[in-house]
């Protein structure tokens, strides 16, 4: 089985599997799931499902943060049965609308329609910017057909966003995709186009003796995404009032009488104010506040981003690069946002002795600096040692200030990296490209010293490692209970050990008959059907060795016990022995299952990267 597959069956699983799932998008970096039931969905075993990253919760949705490797894993979900973008046809419990959920549910709308949209609308603006620079080095005049058709390749995600953003909404929705991007093509239609340019002209626009304002519709999202929501209350209207022997025409055609009118007398208009509004609330902040309004977004920006909430900026980011030409306030401060997390990845790869982390760390600083994807370095590396987030926010402010002190603006809105650094170049402003290398050496310098200076918790990668920590009493080492073969924790088919509900667990798959004590301490409890063991380390450490999942049933007939509660054992000490191939002929599962029943009184319970294990082979670091 692939590793895409493996994590993709493992997700499945752990959130409630296909059935559970109404919902299923992605954006760069997040597999976003709208669920029919989340409390069936497992948060502490999909965060430690290997290859994902973090988990968030927001406006309904269940984002799963997998990184780079987000296509793969979603295709293989689709290839698993789950359907994007699926209409369930189970009811859907109605939540209390209060001014709260109507906040929640606008912001959902917005971010589930635009995150699909991110890879057309960054492909458009970067082909868009290749031809400017083509122009600017004199390899095309503007004249030159070959310049005005790349120009019109980068321009069309933009020109007919209207109808990318009605299919978006439409699966957002659960609204009839092609009769929503019908409705959508009347606003970016020529004929109609050539109408509202005349009606801009003091000529007379009408339909059916209502007047239609003059409004131009490319490059805009709010009216499309508004029209598509009421799409699906027209729908359900239309299907009520006609007879079932006309359905196949005669709805469809109701729809569109009904839809396109309101979308172009009403919601149209409404939503091109909407828009134009959030654009000048932008403009107003970056006039009051002027460089330190880029600062303050660079220094919120890594948290947005955890949250989500960076996806709100997009229609505003959008809309006034259509109406300017370029933005010059979120975008120039996610410079200084994104290569601060490459650096302080690079600080962490060069300081930490943890060669998992390392690896993680470099793939992470790769991502962020040269593409300017940063959740790998934001989940896998900020917060994951807390510190260095620190030094992203601080550096985020002080090369936010730099930025917007030069004027930067950006002609795109690709994430900001090295390979795209090229939309903040001002043809008119050759110090842009000066001031552009400027913010990106000083986001990487300043937050790679600020991490070294700050420090952090670097994450033990051997027993060795954990011993050298300090004394035995804060640093604890538990050993194998058993000899087999280590396998995830969440495949074990026992929710409250899958689950790891009474603490920090491992499974091991046995090939062998002994039970050994994985610490040395006190009995403290020995279950009558000897299948489950539980002892307390002379360094505080509880364990509790469970051999088998549902082997309680058994009665004791397997096992042997070499010990009685009370008793005082060694590492390594044979405590008891089962008959594995008994239990497996008698139809049970062997796994057996070690569980620190503590893990609170601890900061950080490491498992060691071992798949086979015998005796006194260490197998869990426990830290406080």
Not at 242 to 254: E, Q, R, S
Not at 258 to 275: E, H, N, Q, Y
Not at 381 to 391: E, G, H, Q, S, T
Not at 465 to 478: F, H, S
């Amino acid at each position: 089985m692939s590793k895409d597959r493996k994590m993709a069956s493992e997700i499945l699983n752990s959130i409630g599997g296909a059935s559970n799932i109404k919902n299923l998008t992605h954006c760069m970096t997040r597999l976003r799931f709208v669920l029919k039931d989340e409390s069936k969905a497992n948060d502490e075993v999909v965060t430690n499902i290997d290859g994902v990253m973090g988990l968030r919760k927001q406006g309904g949705q269940y984002q799963v943060i997998v990184g780079n490797n987000v296509a793969a894993t979603y295709a293989e979900l689709m290839k698993l049965g789950v359907s994007g973008g699926a209409k369930s046809s189970e009811p859907v419990e109605k939540k209390k609308l209060t001014f709260k959920q109507v906040g929640i549910n606008i912001l959902d709308a917005i971010i589930g329609t635009m995150s699909p949209l991110i890879p057309a609308i960054i492909g458009g603006s970067m082909i868009k910017l290749l031809a400017m620079i083509l122009n600017m080095t004199g390899v095309l005049s503007l004249e030159s057909s070959t310049y005005n058709i790349l120009n019109t390749i980068g321009d069309a995600p933009f020109f007919f966003l209207p109808m990318l953003v009605a299919v978006s909404a439409a699966r957002k929705f659960n609204s009839n995709v092609f009769l929503a991007l019908a409705v959508a093509g009347v606003m970016v239609h020529p004929v109609f186009m050539d109408i509202m340019l005349k009606a801009s002209e003091g000529k007379d626009a009408t339909f059916v003796f209502v007047p239609v304002m003059s409004v131009k519709y490319t490059y805009t999202i709010i009216p499309a995404i508004v029209m598509t929501w009421l799409l699906k209350y027209i729908e359900d209207f239309a299907d009520r009032i006609t007879p079932v022997v006309m359905k196949n025409f005669l709805k469809p055609m109701l729809i569109l009488l009904i839809a396109a009118p309101i979308a172009i007398i009403a919601v149209g208009p409404i939503g091109i104010l909407i828009g134009t509004g959030l654009s000048q609330i932008v403009f107003w902040v970056h006039d009051q506040l002027g460089f330190l309004a880029v600062a303050i977004v660079g220094a919120l920006w890594p948290l947005l981003v955890m949250t989500g909430m960076h996806r709100v900026f997009t229609p505003t980011i959008v809309q006034t690069i259509a109406e300017t030409g370029q933005e010059g306030m979120v975008m120039p401060s996610e410079i200084g946002a994104n290569l601060s997390l490459g650096g302080v990845s690079l600080a962490v790869a060069f300081k930490t002795k943890n060669s998992e982390l390392r690896q993680t760390a470099l793939a992470a600083a790769s991502s962020a600096i040269i593409a300017g994807i940063t959740e790998p370095a934001l989940y896998g590396v900020a917060i994951r040692l807390k510190r260095p987030m620190i030094a992203s926010v601080i550096t985020g402010f002080i090369t936010g200030a730099v930025a917007g002190l030069a004027g930067l603006a950006s002609h795109s809105m690709a994430a900001p990296g090295l390979f795209t650094s090229v939309q903040f170049i001002d043809k008119d402003d050759p110090m842009s490209i000066v001031w552009v290398i400027v913010v990106m050496a000083l986001s990487i310098i300043i937050s790679f010293i600020l991490t070294l200076v700050i420090g952090f918790e670097d994450i033990p990668e051997s027993e060795d490692e954990i011993l050298d920590l300090g004394n035995n009493t804060d640093n604890i080492l538990v050993a194998a209970p058993v000899e087999g073969r280590i396998k995830p924790i969440n495949s074990v088919e026992d929710d409250v050990f899958s689950r790891e509900v009474i603490g920090r667990s491992i499974a091991i798959e046995p090939t062998g008959n002994t039970i050994y004590a994985p610490v040395t301490g006190v009995v403290t409890s020995l279950f009558p059907t000897k299948h489950a063991i539980g002892i307390t380390g002379d360094n505080g450490i509880e364990v509790l060795i469970h051999v088998g999942i549902d082997t309680v049933k058994l009665n004791g007939e397997p096992f042997t016990s070499n010990i009685a509660q009370g008793d005082r054992v060694t590492t390594g000490q044979v405590i008891g022995t089962f008959d594995l191939k008994k239990i497996i002929e008698m139809g049970y599962d062997p796994t057996t299952i070690l569980v620190v029943t503590n893990s609170d009184d601890y900061s950080t319970i490491n498992s060691f990267a071992k798949e086979e294990v015998v005796a006194n082979t260490s197998i869990l670091g426990a830290i406080k």
